[in-house]
């Protein structure tokens, strides 16, 4: 019998795992990633920083680490900052009690 912290585990990668599929796949249609690599990312960052940001993607290589980072990031909609910006655009008359 599996425990419940084995269950969580195996739950968490399963929607990891989906979740980056989907990215992967909205990069792709975008035309973001395909067959060819022509550029190279290099940086200096934290081996903890990495080896955290891969456990929590649960991905083992650089590679697939950094093009679901980047693919999220180029993805990102701007609905917080949409949102900010309709502040005070209600009219106070209007009522919004249900």
């Not at 912290?5 to 980056?20: F, G, Y």
């Not at 980072?69 to 249900?98: H, M, N, Q, W, Y």
Request: proline share 1%.
């Amino acid at each position: 019998m599996a425990s419940a912290a084995s269950r969580k585990n195996d739950n968490e990668k399963t929607i990891a795992r989906a979740r980056n599929k989907l990215v992967r796949e909205q990069a792709l249609a975008a035309g973001l990633l395909g067959s060819v690599k022509d550029a190279r990312l290099s940086g200096r960052v934290s081996a903890n920083l990495i080896e955290a940001a891969k456990r929590r993607a649960h991905v083992a290589s650089d590679t697939e680490l950094l093009e679901i980072a980047l693919s999220r990031l180029a993805l990102e909609d701007d609905f917080g900052t949409k949102l900010v910006r309709r502040k005070g655009t209600i009219a106070p008359s209007v009522d919004l009690e249900f």
